[in-house]
């Protein structure tokens, strides 16, 4: 089963725009974390965020973390056509040691 | 490149059929986690191995079985296969046994037919 969900399914922006995906979930977590994969290929570890921060940089990207609200957001300023791939949330469960997937926001972006 | 090597890339095999996917984690890596991600399931998490023993379990299926060896590469056998089965399998590993950043594999394509 599913632990995070990801909205949008799909978003389609212009080089250059910002990118904004969320995720929900639905219990207490210890982390979340955001990994993207490029069509077919393995996933790529992107940020981690404990569940005692609110946020967290990395280059052009920028994670929040509402635990209030059970929801995260990652934003990718300034995107780049190589930024075209899955990004998915993953959340562990807390007292438990597997992570669960969302279903992913496929982001397109053109140039 | 993550380190992590997986083989084969690609299996095409029959229902019926067994096969095992093979799974060598990053260096000095303990875990080592198994998923299947397929257009309809997405990704959902199989099982995971700290060690050389199992530390989670997930949505894996009673044909499905692995194992991580003492030199921690490790192994996930599919048996009776579907055609539902047909998958991209990964496999990722992490420094502990927490569900903390998990490093991909490659994957392999299964296609049963």
């Known amino acids: 089963s599913q632990q995070g969900e990801e909205d949008p399914q799909a978003l389609s922006i212009q080089e250059g725009e910002n990118a904004t995906m969320n995720c929900s979930y639905k219990?207490?977590?210890?982390?979340l974390q955001w990994y993207r994969q490029n069509s077919g290929r393995g996933l790529v570890h992107l940020i981690l965020i404990r569940s005692n921060e609110r946020e967290k940089h990395s280059g052009r990207l920028r994670v929040t973390l509402d635990t209030s609200k059970k929801s995260s957001s990652l934003l990718i300023t300034a995107s780049r056509a190589a930024d075209t791939a899955s990004y998915f949330c993953a959340t562990d469960l807390y007292n438990n040691n597997d992570m669960r997937f969302g279903a992913g926001t496929r982001l397109t972006v053109k140039p | 490149d993550s380190g992590v090597t997986q083989t084969p890339k690609h299996l095409i095999t029959a229902t019926g059929q067994r096969v095992t996917l093979r799974c060598s984690p990053r260096s000095g890596d303990l875990s080592v986690y198994w998923y299947q991600q397929s257009l309809d399931q997405g990704l959902q998490f199989l099982i995971q191995?700290?060690?050389?023993?199992?530390?989670a379990k997930g949505n894996i299926l009673e044909r499905f079985s692995a194992q991580q060896f003492p030199d921690l590469h490790s192994e996930l056998n599919l048996s009776s296969l579907e055609l539902g089965d047909s998958a991209l399998y990964f496999c990722?590993?992490?420094?502990?046994?927490?569900?903390?950043?998990?490093?991909f594999g490659p994957g392999t394509r299964l296609t049963v037919l």
């Open positions: 219990t207490s977590i210890n982390n």
């Open positions: 191995y700290y060690n050389g023993e199992e530390r």
């Open positions: 990722a590993s992490s420094t502990t046994s927490r569900a903390d950043t998990q490093y």
